[in-house]
């Protein structure tokens, strides 16, 4: 193996982050690669544990009954509590494979899916694969989310080590700029499931997006549904940077609406968000909600939902089962995505970079 220590980026506190050195991950298994991580994506959730004291506050509020308790069984008993290894969106490059690999090839550019699956289980086979039932116990399997969602670490690190990597490891199309699909691996699939396939059962459907908490997640969102012929699509937010680029991808920037819409994405990640995008939905509307809603009650406005007919998709994504179309999509269109990173930085000014208030923080180095 060429790396004996590596580097690896730690969230130490809240707004704390430091390089720490562990040991260099090896191939274990026969099936295993091990990969380079060259561009990292900061994931919208991160924003979470860095800029809030949400571990303590977490763990006040479960013991009040004020946040469901199921937190725990996503990432841990005490969630975000640093020191841990944060980060699982990237584009890296294949450094080593395992006897049993056979597609992934090393030095091949490939996007790393945040969550780890084998891709043969009966979850992963239904595309659920961030619950694949191989690697994932109690909690999430995942790169970035601490120790209590397996010995993964994170991806802002010199070397990573991927299981099931022929399943997992999905090859940056060449003709795409890897910045491009820099969030492939999470926000941007996070962004598809919300708006692809709902256009696929509703072409020309309208379209509502409420920005501003998962920040980036809403962008690409606004910017896929233009892209997929959605009729029109409306991105509210207060913040009036990333009206500007949701109105570059040719969304409405709104900051109040009072329309009904076939579609709805809630991405402002409070519960009255999704009040309200669940009030926006004309009859037989789809709202996908993308964002964290820690309280133990949200007042999810059922009797309305009764009388329009609404449908409520909510949960993790499962950026794995929707990359290939995702990437496909990218080569073909060449859709700007690199356009929501607000601050690229280079990859040594990660600990500064990563803790930046910005909607979307993209790290880079050269590849090898
Ligand atoms: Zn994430
Ligand atoms: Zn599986």
């Not at 696929?200 to 509502?208: D, I, K, M, N, T």
């Not at 991808?249 to 009904?260: E, K, Q």
Request: with cysteine; net charge positive; glycine share 10%.
């Amino acid at each position: 193996m060429m790396f004996r220590r590596v580097r690896e980026l730690h969230l130490i506190g809240r707004g704390r982050l430091a390089w720490r050195e562990r040991e260099a991950p090896t191939v274990q298994d026969p099936g295993d690669a091990i990969v380079r991580p060259f561009i990292a994506g900061r994931c919208d959730g991160d924003t979470l544990p860095i800029h809030r004291p949400v571990s303590r506050a977490l763990q006040a509020g479960v013991a009040l009954g004020v946040i469901d308790p199921v937190v725990g069984c996503i990432c841990g008993s005490v969630p975000f509590k640093g020191p841990f290894a944060i980060g699982h969106e990237c584009v890296a490059q294949v450094v080593a494979v395992g006897a049993a690999v056979e597609r992934v090839r090393v030095g091949e550019t490939v996007v790393v899916p945040w969550a780890v699956s084998c891709g043969s289980c009966s979850q992963c086979l239904r595309g659920l694969t961030s619950k694949c039932s191989t690697t994932t116990s109690r909690t999430l399997a995942a790169y970035g989310f601490g120790a209590a969602s397996g010995p993964w670490g994170g991806v802002v690190a010199d070397a990573v080590r991927v299981p099931f990597a022929d399943h997992m490891l999905v090859p940056v199309p060449a003709g795409v700029p890897p910045l491009r699909v820099a969030a492939a691996g999470d926000n941007l699939a996070d962004a598809w499931r919300s708006v692809v396939p709902p256009l696929g059962e509703r072409p020309g459907a309208s379209v509502l997006v409420i920005g501003g908490g998962a920040a980036s997640i809403g962008l690409y969102a606004a910017g896929l549904a233009v892209a997929h012929e959605a009729a029109f699509v409306d991105y509210v937010d207060g913040d009036p940077g990333r009206r500007l680029i949701a109105e570059s991808f040719g969304a409405r920037p709104m900051t109040a609406t009072s329309a009904a819409y076939d579609i709805v994405v809630e991405a402002s990640s409070r519960a009255a968000g999704l009040r309200r995008a669940i009030r926006s939905l004309a009859p037989g509307g789809i709202c996908t909600a993308v964002g964290f809603y820690l309280a133990a009650g949200t007042r999810v406005p059922l009797m309305r939902m009764y009388a329009t007919d609404a449908t409520l998709r909510i949960g993790v994504s499962h950026a794995r089962a929707a990359l290939p179309d995702l990437l496909a999509f990218v080569e073909r269109t060449g859709f700007a995505a690199e356009r929501v990173a607000t601050l690229t930085a280079g990859w040594d000014d990660a600990p500064r970079a990563y803790a930046a208030r910005t909607t979307k923080v993209v790290l880079q180095r050269d590849p090898l």
